[in-house]
């Protein structure tokens, strides 16, 4: 071999075992940054268990945020699905200058038209049904009357408006209901009177208003409506099939 080569080679080897090194110094920073990086999410978890330790002391005000939380998500996801519905409902009919042209605001006030009849003097709240009452933006319970809530099939969920009179009156109305699914279940009584629907391994409480408006008994076959992408505790009461027995 040449003493050109040999130069080269040994060259060639220089280089390499420089660029090792320098791997090898990387890789020791990179483990040193590692180790850095692991304390200080230890050292943040303990900060954070230490944080909720300190919450949980106070538990009844994390409740209330959470609830709150969970009503403003509802309110928004049914805004948010109404709102595609409508304006697929509007590409049917009008077209696109007319689209343009006309505001959601101007055909609300055409709509609601009757309504103000009503809001004059009155308080206006709108709030999501919980299977029992409305929740309004407040946190505040209000009451549903059994018989409206099961002949409207009112699902959990759905978004109320409630109009308080000025002699005290309330009056409803369905504003904004979740997308619905059907399920086909058993009805059974428990111990408290109260009534549920049992589909396979899941069960629905009923309003006992609307058991009662089927003349529905323990065993009868119900249809029930419950939201289609939501968990409830609540179903509505679309019918029951009566188990008559032939002897």
């Known amino acids: 071999m040449s003493d050109k080569n040999k130069n080269t080679n040994g060259g060639n080897k220089d280089i390499i075992s420089e660029d090792l090194d320098d791997l090898s110094l990387e890789k020791e920073e990179l483990s040193d940054n590692s180790s850095e990086f692991s304390d200080e999410i230890t050292d943040n978890e303990d900060n954070i268990s230490k944080d909720e ?50 505001s959601l605001g101007q055909l609300a006030d055409e709509a609601d038209g009757e309504d103000d009849k009503i809001i004059a003097g009155s308080r206006i709240i709108e709030g999501v049904f919980t299977g029992e009452y409305m929740i309004g933006p407040d946190g505040k319970q209000y009451s549903v009357p059994a018989n409206y809530a099961s002949k409207s099939k009112l699902v959990e ?26 399920l086909t279940g058993k009805l059974k009584k428990i111990e408290d009177g109260s009534f549920m629907v049992i589909v396979d391994d899941k069960k629905w409480r009923v309003l006992n208003a609307s058991v009662t408006y089927y003349k ?26 009566k188990n008559i027995e032939i002897n």
């Open 53 to 102: 330790s300190g919450k949980n002391k106070d538990n009844s005000s994390v409740n209330i945020s959470k609830s709150k939380a969970v009503l403003i998500r509802k309110i928004l996801k049914n805004i948010q699905q109404n709102s595609d519905q409508l304006s697929q409902l509007l590409s049917q009919f009008l077209t696109k200058e007319e689209e343009e042209r006309i």
């Open 157 to 182: 969920g759905d978004i109320l408006k409630l109009t308080i009179t000025d002699n005290g009156t309330f009056v409803y109305k369905q504003i904004s209901p979740m997308d619905r699914k059907r």
């Open 216 to 241: 529905g008994e323990p065993g009868d076959e119900v249809i029930i409506l419950v939201p289609r992408s939501e968990k409830s505790q609540w179903a509505a009461v679309e019918n029951i099939i």
